[in-house]
Nanobody, 126 residues
Framework: QVQLVESGGGSVQAGGSLRLSCAVT????????MGWFRQAPGKKREGVAS????????YYGDAVKGRFSISRDNAKNTIDLQMNNLKPEDTAMYYC???????????????????WGQGTQVTVSS
């Protein structure tokens, strides 16, 4: 019964920043891993960042290392993605995702994420 509700997408000029938020709703949060993925027109889906709900290290896609940061906000029950120094190549639909409640492995970008949000558009202009 976990649901993911995304917000924070928009349009920004190159070099700017955006902060995406994924609200985890339902009867508690039984999942182990949360992640952000993106897909641009004509491109394959790309892993952006992932984090565990149990204190494990975050993982980042090579294209965003040093610029993006994923974090948990336990008070608000959200998974946030701070995006700095945005580039036109970051333009994509961004999706929040979660692993099945039974998954207890390492929360990298490799596990099968089967709970997905609706996506939020990020557009970066030159």
């Amino acid at each position: 019964q976990v649901q993911l509700v995304e917000s924070g997408g928009g349009s920004v000029q190159a070099g700017g920043s955006l902060r995406l938020s994924c609200a985890v709703t339902g009867n508690g949060n039984p999942v182990n891993c949360m992640g952000w993925f993106r897909q641009a027109p004509g491109k394959k889906r790309e892993g952006v960042a992932s984090i565990s709900t149990g204190g494990g290290r975050p993982y980042y896609g090579d294209a965003v290392k040093g610029r993006f940061s994923i974090s948990r906000d336990n008070a608000k029950n959200t998974i946030d993605l701070q995006m700095n120094n945005l580039k036109p190549e970051d333009t994509a639909m961004y999706y929040c995702a979660a692993t099945p409640p039974a998954f207890t492995g390492i929360c990298s970008l490799d596990p099968s994420y089967d709970i997905w949000g609706q996506g939020t558009q990020v557009t970066v202009s030159s």
